[in-house]
């Protein structure tokens, strides 16, 4: 099974920035697409943004225009470059492998004044 390791989340100020990141156990471009989720309290857990191994990346309305996904092949790292960050993106972003079952641990985000 492969191991997701996510890092960077914080507190940040609303407006500030981010830079979320998934060690991953193996090469990425194993993978057909991976992905960014997110998880605040209270809520189900949700998709925020994905990218196949093409390199075709998709965000949901809430990420679109703050948020870049990108995969770094030579460090096997995938990453969630946030700014711009709003108060209801607080949450617990989780990296993971559509159709697997390997979650990381995740990493916290709060953002908040």
């Known amino acids: 099974q492969v191991q997701l390791v996510e890092s960077g989340g914080g507190l940040v100020q609303p407006g500030g920035s981010l830079r979320l990141s998934c060690a991953v156990s193996?090469?990425?471009?194993?993978?057909?697409?991976m992905g960014w989720y997110r998880q605040a309290p209270g809520k189900a857990r949700e998709l925020v943004a994905s990218i196949t191994r093409s390199n075709i990346t998709y965000y949901t309305d809430s990420a679109k225009g703050r948020f870049t996904i990108a995969g770094d092949n030579t460090k096997n790292t995938l990453y969630l470059q946030m700014n711009s960050l709003k108060a209801e993106d607080t949450a617990v972003y989780y990296c993971?492998?559509?159709?697997?079952?390997?979650w990381g641990q995740g990493t916290q985000v709060t953002v908040s004044s």
């Open positions: 993971h492998i559509p159709g697997s079952d390997s």
């Open positions: 193996r090469s990425i471009t194993s993978f057909n697409a």
